[in-house]
């Protein structure tokens, strides 16, 4: 547990260290880890959810609803402003899953 703390400060160490043992952890690094997981796919949930509340809107896959919007010729701006939503949640979905990826392997 000792090098690995890097910028904490031993008196709060000292108080950290029981708790993380009584909840299994056997380090500072593991509980890091699995906390920083926990946050990410908590995010995942958020926009899983946001992402399937456009699909059941819609009735169609985001592709499909992109299509769709630029095949429709005039202006909609609450479909508009959907995709960028909906795009939001895409893509941010997509970074979260990287990241997760990224701490499991670290």
Request: net charge negative; proline share 1%; charged share 40%.
């Amino acid at each position: 547990m000792g090098k690995e703390a890097g910028n904490l400060d031993a008196g709060f160490l000292r108080k950290v260290r029981p708790v993380l043992r009584e909840l299994g952890f056997a380090s500072e690094r593991e509980a890091l880890k699995e906390q920083a997981l926990l946050l990410l796919l908590s995010k995942i949930s958020r926009y899983e959810a946001e992402y399937a509340f456009f699909q059941k809107k819609y009735g169609m896959s985001f592709e499909e609803f992109l299509k769709h919007l630029k095949g429709q010729g005039k202006e909609d701006f609450e479909k508009e402003d959907d995709l960028l939503d909906w795009r939001f949640a895409a893509e941010t979905l997509a970074e979260l899953k990287q990241r997760v990826q990224e701490i499991e392997r670290a």
